[in-house]
């Protein structure tokens, strides 16, 4: 039992180490400034977080271990593992219902995720394991030094290679020369600070192996929120309307472009409600560690991040639910119990300040195909603030 | 200057003493802890403490706000250590201060007390961080096996001396007091009145659920309210000893029940939690368990907790035991409530909080609860409402009137002007 006391002395030993990584950053794209390490480095929590909850048995996650900086195994407490919990079971059940046909009889179609801000996630491997071989193109976006990370994690753990189906012999695996650029036939890591895509740029350049005809699910797990509300609203729109958007041989009316445009969706795991005793002491904790959440004052709500999916075009369905929610409304009782019985969660009204400082936003259009997220049909949201 | 009066000194400090001297403050404080019985008897006038969980720069802040030891009678109702960053530094000099003076602070057993709760939540990993060695933890954790269960406050005062505002003080202390005797009070940490109420002295409301208030006469003309002590101005050691004899019958308001926790279904009068075998381990379930971890509900009789021990009481639960053991309120701890205080259930319980800004994230504010000395049983005159409410043959507790509350409300210590480490406390989040 590690110390989580002090969580922030991980801070520094992760300051130290991140030094190391400086030399790709250099030659790749986006140089990243102080700020921006701050925010790399929240990828870190992220990840010393997930190993704290499938140590304890929360998460089942065979690739945890490879993907966390080793020495940073920290027990973290309850109501932190708890929310890791949640938030991780609920993006897997959004993007499983994505993935999967909504009926048997439905004909099996390629589909595609592009994860904003990825760094070490382990959503790809869990997934691809059961995919084999795989009906998917997962994108994953990241700074470079996220990035590299992650590829040399992958270079080095044989399992991550096996989850992927990936075999070097066979030569479907390229990687580019800083070692921050992974592609394959399904599976790819573009080192991209989010802020440069452009509508200028050809998509084959800066995102090589997007595919801009199939149904695709983006995910931002925590990562436009650290993007200012311009620069977050860009990068959506690039996905919404440059890449995704109408395609260029559609002349005719709007609604011949909506039926020629592939199934989008998105999926947000933000922070909301700044405004309240606890909301406001999260954004001073977190300015103190040069944490800004930038657009957190924008989407303050459930509401407004209702409001931002329908702006942005995903005009079938918008919904959120706060953490608090779906822990009550998605976990099963049963399921409830297991995890429960897991740690002494003492602390319920903290849990409750905290679960409700959270959410899921999902949205979606069909565009020319209307089952594409019929399996989203189901799944229950949280009504009103 | 005694070895325990610089450990105090030190520890006030917020600086650790050696071991070794941890060892013998355990030693004392067990000697003095065994001699307790599961539930105290503390006389008015008392501050009520609630949850303090290592916040030691928070606990300073309690003692400007409360008084510090001996000057003011402090009960504290548990949860010592855990999540905090100074779980050592707070418990260890709550003890020196026991020790030191027995008669004047009182300290309870919380869940966190406990071998269990302590690995899990942060106490256990301070201890070895900061001693090299679970010695000091085993220490601790054999004081906390002999910490009383719960206490029995009596001799509170039913009306409050109200507090002087110090911006108006000519109009303030004289305007409402015709309207009715003062029941309770809030202060912010500046000592200026926030909120207030009056109870009335005499009439015949419909509100049925202070009927029977209305039935029991009127407080005596003899000792006005405003002749009331309160507690900040009472004299050091006044209420530590002397009619504490049986002041439940001679006081005009019903005992108060301090817990940590809550009531629990094994428990049906204050004799029962006297029976406890208390010296061990907090239990998984049973009596013991309960009164650490129960919780107030607004549901009706008996519920599953959510926390996987104890039980959530309702509204019912509370009156009944309140009626049959002649208290007029519980005061308990346990939950975290924004306010600092939450009063429920017809103000038949109350939940004080004292760790404000929990975990140095939940942006709350904390509060502490005085309860006034009943001056007009200060002497040998032993009037007896309680009993004219018998002789009426209304055999009822609500007859009992609820004491005075004052609330001292206040915020976290601003941690820059008070010396702390450079190593500030990072609260977690999902990143």
Known sequence: MAAPQIPNLNTFRRGRGRGRGTGHVENGPGHPTGKDRVVQGTDNDASVSRMSAVELRYLDDPYATALTPSGSVTRRFPII???????????????????????????????????????????????????????????????????????????????LQRALGLDSSRDNVTVSEAGDAL????????????????????LSETLPGVDRELPTLLISECCLIYLSPTEAAQVVSFFTEHVFGPSSEATAGEDTQQCSQAPLGLVLYEPIRPDDPFGRTMVSNLAARGIQLQTLHKYASLEAQRARLREHGLSSGQAAADIDFIWERWVSEEEKERVSSLEMLDEMEEWRLLARHYCIAWGWRDGNDVEAFEGWSTIQAQPGE | MSDLDRAIEQLRACRLIPESQVRELCYKARELLIEEGNVVSVD??????????????????????????????????GDFVDRGFYSLESFLLLLCLKVRYPDRITLIRGNHESRQ???????????????????????CCEVFDYLALGAIVLGASSGLEPTTSYTNDTTQSTMPIDDGELETEVLNSQGEVTFSTYRPRQRSSSDTSTDSRAISPPRDISAPPGQATPSRTGAPGTGASGDGNGSAQTSRTGAVLCVHGGLSPLIDSV????????????PHEGAMCDLLWSDPDEIEGWGLSPRGAGFLFGSDIVKQFNHLNGLSLVARAHQLVMEGYKEMFDGGIVTVWSAPNYCYRCGNVAAILELGEDASNGGTVARSNGEYGRSNGVVDANTVVSPGRRYRVFEAAAQDTRGMPAKKPVADYFL
């Open chain 2, 44 to 77: 008015a006038p008392v501050t009520i403490c609630g949850d303090i969980h290592g916040q030691f720069h928070d606990l300073m802040e309690l003692f400007r706000v409360g008084g510090d030891v001996p000057d003011t009678n402090y009960l504290f109702m």
């Open chain 2, 117 to 139: 709760i302590t690995t899990v939540y942060g106490f256990y990993d301070e201890c070895i961080r900061k001693y090299g060695s679970a010695n000091v933890w085993r220490y």
């Open chain 2, 271 to 282: 004799d029962k939690i006297r029976l406890i075998d208390r010296k061990q381990e907090v």
């Open chain 1, 183 to 202: 592609h394959s036939p399904s599976y790819h890591i573009h080192p991209v600070d989010l802020r440069s895509l452009s509508a200028d740029s050809s």
């Open chain 1, 81 to 159: 593992n708890r929310g890791t919990y949640v938030r991780t079971t609920a993006i897997d059940r959004l993007v499983t219902r994505f993935l999967s046909p909504y009926s048997p009889e439905a004909p099996i179609r390629k589909k595609q995720v592009i994860s904003l801000g990825a760094g070490s996630d382990t959503r790809i491997f869990r997934l691809f394991s059961a995919r084999q071989p795989p009906d998917i193109v997962y994108h994953e976006l990241d700074f470079a030094v996220n990035t590299a990370t992650k590829i040399q994690a992958i270079r080095s753990t044989p399992s």
